[in-house]
């Protein structure tokens, strides 16, 4: 069922905190001493300086500048060539460079913009002016740093949530039930979503001559909505509601109803069809909660068999308590087929516009049905062709029960 998870909690990524650090790569000691003596009243700048150009790579990998100031007329590499080596380093690549010249012409800046710096003052520049850029460019890199280190933890997230729902899917495949053969087939296809929503399915004898069939869907997506089917299921599967009659559909939507209201499972509900077959008689009672219909398919053979929804349209499960469910009762012939689905298979879109409606979706099970091929397999395939793509949005479950 393809509606929010409220099930999900937010979580709070810490980013690392960065203080300013200024390295200034610079022959002369004198202007590192200038420099330095400008900034030393601003607690939070940090002053570096390599007077070597040759260490000055290294000294940058060091320290983790958030902003380079850089001279560009040094004996043995020119301050050109150096901005180069820093940009094609992927350490310092990114980091804000400033280049300090002793003399304002357009060339020079055009060749310092050209090999990837980012600001350009002529030495030595105002206090008031060195500090506000230096707060610029340092602020900007810090917050690129913080945008990357978030988008690395969303990653991680991401990854770490994809492990988790395919655990739990892989969870929710091993409780569903092995197909059976013999007077009572069954077939199945589970597709989780991406996202993995809340469906699940099962089967068992009741007694000697009772067979119970259902199929539930919760409401929402995550590893909450999983974790409810599969409490929902385990209670069908090992018949533990109290007071219940699980040969009677009516009792059993009843009894669930109340155990698992909204209130006390994080304001989530499910839908279900429920069904119990009786060999002596060859009838099938049949209740349901806010469930699409069953299929039935009944006659004395494919061709002639008559398509029957089966639906009761009870309330959700879990939406309000006391409530009360019908439950009625069709008669099989000698040739039957059940299909129980979740909503997920149908709920698609047509590539020309427009959604394909229930109708839509009996009425293909039914002419397949007619042409002697409607396992799962085959209307699930059907149904990627009408919506022209492999994927679907929501779970999909789709249940064939043969009855012989």
Known sequence: MNLPDHGSSDQTTQLTQHG?????????????????????????????????????????????PTVILLDLIMPEIDGLTLAKFLRANKLT????????????EAVTKAEAFAVGANDYLVKLPDKIELIARIRYHSNAYIMRLQRNEAYEALLRSQEALTNELNQAAEYVRSLLPHQLAGDIRTEWEFIPSTSLGGDSFGYHWIDDDHFAIYLLDVCGHGVGAALLSISALNT?????????????????????????????????FFTIWYGVFNRERRDLIFASGGHPPAIARTGTSSQTAETVALSLGGLIIGGLPGQKYQKSTLVLAPYA???????????VSRPEGGMVQLNDFIELVGNLSREGDASPKTIINAMRRIQNKETFEDDVSLLEVEFL
Do not use: W
């Open 20 to 64: 300013i650090q200024v390295l200034l790569i610079d022959d002369q000691a004198i202007i590192a001493e200038a420099v330095r003596r400008m900034l030393h009243q601003e607690p939070d700048i940090r002053f570096h300086y390599c007077q070597d150009p040759a260490q000055a790579i290294q000294t940058a990998c060091d320290i983790h």
């Open 93 to 104: 690549r990114e980091i804000p460079l400033i280049v300090l010249s002793s003399k304002e």
């Open 236 to 268: 069908l599967r090992s018949e533990s509601l109290n007071y219940v009659d699980f040969r009677d559909p009516s009792q059993v939507l009843e009894g669930l109803n109340e155990v698992y209201q909204m209130e006390a499972h994080h304001e989530m």
């Open 337 to 347: 087929r059940l299909y129980i689905y979740s909503d997920g298979i149908y709920e």
